[in-house]
């Protein structure tokens, strides 16, 4: 049968569709995100038991691991005399019988009726002239005969699950669907595709990713769907890339840049090679008539606000505008006040826009903007939020683009007659293979070089009981002329938590162990002039002590802080912990930063803290925090629409990452409509499977 054929409707029936799924079922299934046969059918197993080889119960050999089938014959607890229970199932088929003994289990004899049958693994030992396995892996699969062919005699998957749904229940439902799509499953890759990634046809892998016949099949099926994770992805990436370079409505903006060089030669300081060699990649960029679509990666601290700065210099020095838009109000102020001090004296006209700001004001800068009264607008999501139009933008600049999400990006060029120049900066750094899954749409440039000078930050880890040597730091550092910032993972005590909250605890320490020095608070739940106020007297010196919550994690610049104290370092992620202690040894004196941890800090959590404590280079962080939660976390995936990774890890696949790269960016160059007959399968699946899936995310 041609598969090209196929259609994709049967599989977008309900789950329901399915022998032994009811609506109440249905819910449960739901959990997982399983709605549809074709769900049901992408729900991979995450792991395997192999249970091939079934040994008749009368040739188990005393010493040798097997798996075996059998009948349930006895059920027999008692209470033993060092044990507090035995219990002792008794198993057998027509070659023998052999004892399951559980110690201090009771709660299985339950699980165990006479007359179902097991399939069991393990080691079988001869005790007191009995042949018996001692807690043996074991699992009851029913008594149907048929069914038990699910369960034992092969490769078995095991699924992940929800509450509601047993593990033989989720079996036995994606068998269901399995043998009811059999015949049905659509390819989705060209043969040519299948050929060049070197991966067996959808149908095939399917069968094999769920009922393996033998390991090198399942391996063979993981590629295939692995690639399969990355392709899709990538074709989506370069679709809307190409989308936007046929757009063409941002203007180049070719040499020679005056302004640009103007603003270099007025900064306080000398660039960095690795500033300068970037702002050189952006310039190129620019004045190609396919633009600027570039993501800047750097090291906390290392300067991506002069950059994106200068690169507005770019389009301002033709007569275009540029907007900068920070992830919170705290930093697009900062950004604000900074664009000034080099802007000013250029002639440069900067606005702010906000969401605080009052209306009347609010009004007010939108205008300018629309008339083209200011040249540089920096400010929050509330920059795309309200439909702002521009005289003429000519370049868009996101700051701290992980904090956003995939989707804003998208809207931001939402109007195609407004295509700016596009550039994005995150200091969240990540292998350049991840980095081309998640931003493949954009080139990507790396400062990977810090300011000279930049001081060094020391991170130690503290016992909760030595708090108050941590005070007294902290005061000897208010002493010498420092600033601290006190973090706590959250704003309020919750009831349910023994967490400590920054309100609470700001109160105390204004009382009592910094009852000499003044000390503020900001968090996210103030108002917006209450946060501006706490920071600005932060900055001024007024205060010396800030106590905090993740408000300060991205972008806060007060180059006088030297110290941060992080109470219950547990609660966060590394990635986060490396944002958060770029904040300090950004001025004069050395930084360091304490983590103090909480009574109940696991072993784990000490483990990776002082991973954190023994590196600080931002990229040896990251991959640590990838290896440890995953690309998926990290990068808010599910939360902006982009289908998560269940089986590719961008990091140890990256030669699939390359693979399928290659061959998207080839079939998109040559068909970007995918209208190509031979592109057909592709088209169909991206179009009618994958393309839906991300609008259901988006919405859901
Ligand atoms: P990030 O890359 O984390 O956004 P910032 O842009 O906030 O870093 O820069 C951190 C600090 O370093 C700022 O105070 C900035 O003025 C300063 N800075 C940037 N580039 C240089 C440089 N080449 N030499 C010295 N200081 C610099
Ligand atoms: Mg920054």
């Known amino acids: 049968m041609e598969t090209g054929s196929r259609s994709y409707e049967p599989l977008q029936q309900s789950s329901q569709f399915i022998k032994g799924v009811g609506p109440a079922r249905q819910v449960y299934l739901e959990r997982l995100g399983i709605r549809t046969v074709e769900d049901l059918i992408m729900h991979f197993p995450r792991a395997y038991l192999d249970r091939r080889n079934l040994v008749p119960i009368g040739r188990l050999v005393p010493g040798a691991e097997a798996n075996f089938v059998g009948t349930i014959l006895a059920v027999s607890p008692r209470a033993g005399r060092r044990a507090r229970s035995i219990l002792t199932v008794a198993v057998g088929d027509e070659s023998g019988v052999v004892n399951l003994v559980y110690f201090n289990q ?185 633009g600027l679509n570039r993501l800047v990666q750097g090291e906390v601290g290392c300067g991506k606000t002069v950059v994106a700065l200068a690169a507005a210099m770019l389009a301002i020095g033709k007569g275009y505008q540029a907007a900068l838009m920070a992830p919170t109000e705290i930093l697009a102020v900062q950004h604000r006040d900074r664009a000034r001090g080099f802007c000013d004296r250029l002639g440069v006209r900067t606005a702010l826009l906000i969401g605080a700001l009052p209306k009347a004001e609010k009004i007010r800068v939108q205008e300018e903007i629309r008339t083209g009264a200011v040249d540089l607008v920096v400010g929050t999501h509330a920059l795309i939020q309200d439909l702002i139009s521009f005289k003429e933008l000519g370049l868009a600049v996101i700051d701290e683009q992980h904090r956003f999400g995939v989707k804003q990006r998208a809207r931001f060029a939402a109007e195609e007659s407004l295509l700016p120049h596009y550039l994005v900066m995150t200091a969240t ?132 802080a030297s110290m941060l104290l992080v109470n219950h370092p547990e609660r966060f992620g590394l990635a986060q912990l490396h ?86 960016g080839r079939i998109i160059g040559r068909d970007p409509g995918l209208a190509l007959p031979e592109h057909r399968p592709v088209a169909r699946y991206f179009n009618r499977s994958y393309k839906p899936k991300l609008a259901l995310a988006e919405i859901g």
């Open 579 to 664: 944002q958060l202690r770029g904040r300090v040894g950004r001025g004069g004196a050395d930084g360091s930063c304490w983590l103090l941890l909480g009574d109940d800090a696991g072993a784990a959590a000490r483990e990776r803290l002082a991973f954190f404590a023994a590196h600080d280079d931002g990229f040896a962080v990251a991959e640590e925090d990838l290896r440890l939660r995953g690309p998926g976390e990290i990068w808010g995936y599910r939360q902006s629409g982009t289908p998560g990774f269940r089986l590719i890890n961008p990091l140890g696949d990256h030669e699939l990452v390359r693979l399928s790269w290659d061959a998207a």
């Open 106 to 290: 009771p709660y299985l004899e339950k699980y165990f009726k006479q007359g179902e049958r097991v399939v069991a693994s393990g080691e079988m030992t001869i005790y007191r002239g009995a042949r018996q396995l001692v807690s043996p892996e074991c699992e009851v699969i029913g008594s149907d005969l048929t069914e038990s062919l699910i369960h034992a005699g092969r490769i078995v998957p095991v699924y992940p699950l929800t509450a509601g749904i047993s593990q033989r229940m989720m079996r036995r439902i994606v068998h269901g669907a399995l043998e009811k799509s059999a015949g049905a499953v659509p390819e989705n890759f060209t043969p040519a595709l299948m050929e060049e990634f070197d991966v067996p046809p959808r149908a095939e892998a399917l069968a094999a990713i769920h009922y393996p016949e033998s390991l090198e099949r399942l391996e063979r099926a993981r590629r295939r769907f692995k690639i399969e994770e990355v392709f899709f992805l990538h074709l989506l990436l370069m679709e809307r890339r190409a989308r936007q370079s046929r757009a063409r409505t941002r203007p180049p903006v070719p040499p020679p840049h005056p302004l640009l060089e103007r603003f270099v030669a007025g900064l306080p300081f000398e660039l960095t090679a690795a500033q300068r060699r970037v702002l050189g990649e952006i310039a190129g960029d620019v004045e190609r008539s396919a």
């Open 429 to 560: 750094p990540i292998p350049r293979s991840l980095a081309q899954t998640v931003y493949g749409d954009l080139d990507l440039s790396i400062i990977d070089e810090l300011p000279r000078g930049r001081r060094r930050v020391e991170t130690k880890l503290v016992p909760a009981d030595e708090r108050g040597r941590v005070y007294g730091g902290i005061r000897a550092a208010f002493e010498r002329g420092e600033q601290a910032f006190i973090l706590y993972p959250l704003v309020q005590e919750s009831e349910r938590t023994d967490l400590l909250a920054a309100t609470e605890e700001f109160e105390r320490l204004q009382r009592e162990e910094f009852a000499a020095h003044p000390i503020g608070l900001l968090h996210g739940r103030m108002s917006f002039e209450e946060k501006a106020k706490a920071i600005e007297l932060f900055r001024r010196g007024e205060i010396l002590g800030l106590v905090t919550t993740t408000v300060i994690e991205v972008g806060v610049d007060v180059p006088n």
